[in-house]
């Protein structure tokens, strides 16, 4: 097996949009997200004598993330101390009997295959941008995940916009072959 | 040549295909568009999976840093390289 070597040069540009939304679908706050990549990365680079080379650097990366999601949780957990488990069972005579349809599951609300399936999702997305070539990641993350309009792109990276909406189709279809088994 | 102006090729629907899932297609492309789809099947399956695409996307509220949030980063990273070497 071909041994992996350490580029922290490249970290940003090449992880750090997979890594941001690995933990931001963890975590649900982008300041805390960003924190944690930060951290991973700061962690990468104190420990990168420790790195054998024999996992890729997005996997070496992505295992400490998790190691920090984890630290993370942990940290708020005792922040609240003891937990404390509180049931205000309805007093008011009027409702008696009421409880349990108020503390029936929210049909509406996202369960939780549903935010394993989205990090999943988010997770297979990503997996697939970066077999894409640079420019091509570059634009479809701009365009679709920033929002930026056809304009701002084209001055940012000074294309044309036939040029621009060329790379969107080669990434979409590029997307779509690989999605296509699993997601589509 | 006037046929020109409605009929298009394969390429060009996709393209305007592709814009139409951004909402910036005009109306005169969506009006080629929507031609092109009632007699290519070719075009017909690349919409259908291009729309596809697109929900998928959306679904999974995909998130990623911003440039300078990127910027701040790599200075970082080239402070710490500095300190450690």
């Given at each position: 097996?071909?041994?992996?070597?350490?580029?922290?040069?490249?970290?940003?540009?090449?992880?750090?949009?997979?890594l941001f939304n690995y933990s931001i679908s963890r975590v649900s706050d982008r300041a805390i997200a960003q924190d944690l990549v930060q951290e991973t990365f700061l962690a990468g680079?104190k420990s990168?004598?420790?790195?054998?080379?024999?996992?890729?650097?997005?996997?070496?990366l992505i295992s400490i993330l998790k190691r920090k999601i984890i630290d993370h949780y942990r940290k708020i957990n005792s922040k609240k101390g003891q937990a404390e488990v509180r049931i205000n069972?309805?007093?008011?005579?009027?409702?008696?009997?009421?409880?349990?349809?108020?503390r029936?599951a929210d049909?509406?609300d996202k369960t939780a295959e549903d935010q394993l399936m989205n990090e999943e999702?988010g997770d297979?997305?990503?997996?697939?941008?970066?077999?894409?070539?640079?420019?091509?990641?570059?634009?479809?993350?701009?365009?679709?995940?920033?929002?930026?309009?056809?304009?701002?792109?084209?001055?940012?990276?000074?294309?044309?916009?036939?040029?621009?909406?060329?790379?969107?189709?080669?990434?979409?279809?590029?997307?779509?072959?690989?999605?296509?088994?699993?997601?589509? | 040549?006037?046929?020109?102006?409605?009929?298009?090729?394969?390429?060009?629907?996709?393209?305007?295909?592709?814009?139409?899932?951004?909402?910036?297609?005009?109306?005169?492309?969506?009006?080629?568009?929507?031609?092109?789809?009632?007699?290519?099947?070719?075009?017909?399956?690349?919409?259908?999976?291009?729309?596809?695409?697109?929900?998928?996307?959306?679904?999974?509220h995909?998130q990623?840093?911003?440039?300078?949030?990127?910027?701040?980063?790599?200075?970082?990273?080239?402070?710490?390289?500095?300190?450690?070497?």
């Amino acid at each position: 097996m071909e041994q992996q070597k350490l580029n922290p040069n490249l970290w940003v540009d090449l992880y750090s949009d997979y890594l941001f939304n690995y933990s931001i679908s963890r975590v649900s706050d982008r300041a805390i997200a960003q924190d944690l990549v930060q951290e991973t990365f700061l962690a990468g680079l104190k420990s990168m004598l420790n790195f054998k080379g024999e996992a890729s650097e997005r996997t070496w990366l992505i295992s400490i993330l998790k190691r920090k999601i984890i630290d993370h949780y942990r940290k708020i957990n005792s922040k609240k101390g003891q937990a404390e488990v509180r049931i205000n069972y309805n007093t008011n005579e009027d409702s008696e009997g009421d409880w349990l349809e108020e503390r029936v599951a929210d049909p509406f609300d996202k369960t939780a295959e549903d935010q394993l399936m989205n990090e999943e999702l988010g997770d297979a997305i990503y997996y697939c941008l970066d077999k894409l070539p640079k420019k091509q990641a570059e634009v479809f993350k701009l365009k679709n995940i920033l929002g930026y309009d056809t304009d701002t792109i084209c001055n940012e990276l000074n294309i044309t916009p036939s040029n621009l909406w060329v790379i969107i189709h080669r990434a979409r279809t590029a997307l779509a072959d690989c999605m296509e088994e699993k997601w589509l | 040549m006037k046929k020109n102006i409605l009929f298009i090729s394969c390429d060009e629907a996709k393209v305007i295909c592709d814009k139409s899932q951004y909402g910036e297609a005009t109306l005169l492309e969506k009006i080629k568009l929507y031609l092109r789809l009632s007699y290519c099947h070719i075009t017909r399956s690349y919409s259908k999976r291009n729309a596809n695409l697109t929900k998928t996307i959306e679904s999974a509220h995909l998130q990623c840093l911003q440039t300078t949030e990127k910027q701040k980063l790599k200075h970082l990273i080239k402070q710490e390289l500095g300190q450690n070497h």
